[in-house]
């Protein structure tokens, strides 16, 4: 790549912090290696970040995606300048504008509008040019007359509508956003994804943090994934959210055993039934119809193996798998698992997704059966049985992930996940996205 090419470039880059136990040791480190023969260290090596390399084009929107404590926002300061690397070389292409931390570089005692020219002067605008777009700033942060008081008074959301409303008329030619949407109401998000859109359409450079895998589907052109503070992962964006699913619900210390003779063959039968007829009430006549492709057992997959899914699909009342499915119609979606280990409060999903890989309806059983004490041993044959109303979808290609956990919320090992376990084709709808 040419040097003209890339907006930002980082090698070899590394931070290291070090780790005390104690304030004793914090106090030890500073005074006594100096009088020591072998001076001793009194802390431990934390690489927040080793030796990562990777660049990003001028007009590429590259989302950067982890667990937390994967590095994600340590990269993003270093390249803003606010930490310093270890080891390492970092060299940027452009003017930065950065949105990190809920309300970085705000001087809490400081009127919104006093913060506003601080952030623009730091952002390298003149007094006069931010004179001449404070009106913009104001209107795009939609605060009112909190413009002019103390940004202590804010609240979270008002913090980042004005972090973001400076940001996004400096002129920058690259964005740093490190999961601070997330804090704004649905509204004011939907207006930050139109500026970035349209940011991107200008050619502008955009590194986007983000646990939210529709966003970083829709927005970035690839993603780099971290773990651990390592890059273990640089290309398209939907192998590396895969990837990040897979790293987020597996549990590498839960490997259940594999020698546990199966001496029973028990279907352990959970129903969830959901009434959603009244949602779909004075519907137009013309139905959505569903073609639905057979189970793929060979779908990609991940989990800790407690269990493994070996079926799933749409039934009929005499549990017959059916092949097609209309809009409106109550329909029987069954998951089914073998499990091999003991597991204590099982979960059944599963969520049905568009063609950018963003969730359009998902269910699952945690929430509706967390009083109920469930659980499977191995040898059992578990099957989750939903009835739903069948939605009304925009013509065009959906597929199904399927899932059976063990845990409750969002604190639980996923033993069977299957991206695109099934495929569903729209071939007629009311609703005209797309060709039918």
């Known amino acids: 790549m040419r040097p003209d090419e890339f907006a930002i470039r980082i090698t070899g880059l590394s931070k290291r912090y070090e780790v005390y136990d104690s304030p004793r040791d914090r106090l030890k480190q500073f005074i006594l290696?100096?009088?020591?023969?072998?001076?001793?260290?009194?802390?431990?090596?934390?690489?927040?970040?080793?030796?990562?390399?990777?660049?990003?084009?001028?007009?590429?929107?590259?989302?950067?995606?982890?667990?937390?404590?994967?590095?994600?926002?340590?990269?993003?300061?270093?390249?803003?300048?606010?930490?310093?690397?270890?080891?390492?070389?970092?060299?940027?292409?452009?003017?930065?504008?950065?949105?990190?931390?809920?309300?970085?570089?705000?001087?809490?005692?400081?009127?919104?509008?006093?913060?506003a020219y601080l952030q623009g002067v730091v952002l390298g605008l003149s007094k006069d040019e931010i004179d001449s777009r404070m009106s913009d700033i104001i209107e795009f942060?939609?605060?009112?007359?909190?413009i002019d008081q103390p940004v202590k008074a804010y609240s979270s959301g008002m913090t980042i509508r004005l972090a973001f409303a400076v940001i996004a008329h400096v002129n920058a030619d690259i964005l740093i956003i490190d999961e601070a949407l997330a804090v704004g109401d649905v509204f004011f998000q939907q207006k930050c994804m139109r500026f970035l859109n349209d940011f991107r359409a200008n050619r502008g450079t955009i590194l986007f943090?983000?646990?939210?895998?529709?966003?970083?589907?829709?927005?970035?052109d690839r993603a780099i994934l971290l773990a651990a503070g390592s890059l273990i992962f640089n290309g398209d964006t939907r192998p590396a959210i895969k990837r990040f699913l897979e790293d987020i619900y597996s549990d590498p210390s839960r490997q259940p055993s594999r020698d546990t003779v199966v001496t029973r063959s028990v279907e352990s039968e959970v129903k969830a039934i959901y009434d959603g007829k009244h949602v779909?009430?004075?519907?137009?006549?013309?139905?959505?119809?569903?073609?639905?492709?057979?189970?793929?057992?060979?779908?990609?997959?991940?989990?800790?193996?407690?269990?493994?899914?070996?079926?799933?699909?749409?039934?009929?009342?005499?549990?017959?798998?059916?092949?097609?499915?209309?809009?409106?119609?109550?329909?029987?979606?069954?998951?089914?698992?073998?499990?091999?280990?003991?597991?204590?409060?099982?979960a059944f999903g599963f969520m049905i997704k568009n063609k950018l890989g963003e969730y359009v309806f998902a269910e699952g059983t945690d929430i509706h059966f967390r009083k109920d004490d469930l659980v499977f041993s191995a040898g059992d044959v578990a099957t989750a049985i939903f009835t739903f109303t069948m939605p009304h979808l925009a013509c065009g290609t959906y597929t199904i992930n399927v899932a059976f956990a063990e845990g409750q919320g969002d604190v639980h090992i996923q033993h069977s996940w299957l991206h695109d376990a099934i495929q569903l084709d729209v071939t007629s709808s009311r609703l005209k996205q797309g060709y039918c």
């Open 280 to 346: 779909f009430q004075g519907a137009m006549n013309q139905k959505t119809e569903y073609i639905v492709s057979e189970f793929r057992e060979n779908a990609d997959h991940f989990g800790n193996g407690a269990a493994t899914i070996t079926d799933a699909g749409f039934f009929e009342e005499n549990y017959q798998k059916i092949y097609e499915v209309k809009g409106e119609q109550t329909v029987n979606f069954f998951i089914r698992a073998n499990v091999y280990d003991l597991v204590t409060s099982p």
């Open 33 to 115: 290696p100096r009088f020591q023969n072998t001076p001793k260290q009194y802390f431990r090596d934390f690489w927040a970040v080793y030796d990562a390399s990777f660049d990003v084009k001028k007009g590429e929107t590259v989302g950067i995606i982890g667990r937390n404590g994967s590095g994600k926002s340590t990269i993003l300061k270093m390249i803003c300048g606010t930490v310093s690397p270890t080891n390492g070389e970092i060299r940027v292409n452009g003017r930065v504008a950065a949105l990190l931390e809920l309300g970085a570089g705000f001087n809490p005692e400081y009127t919104g509008r006093e913060n």
């Open 209 to 220: 943090v983000s646990h939210d895998s529709a966003a970083v589907l829709s927005l970035c």
């Open 141 to 146: 942060a939609e605060i009112g007359g909190f």
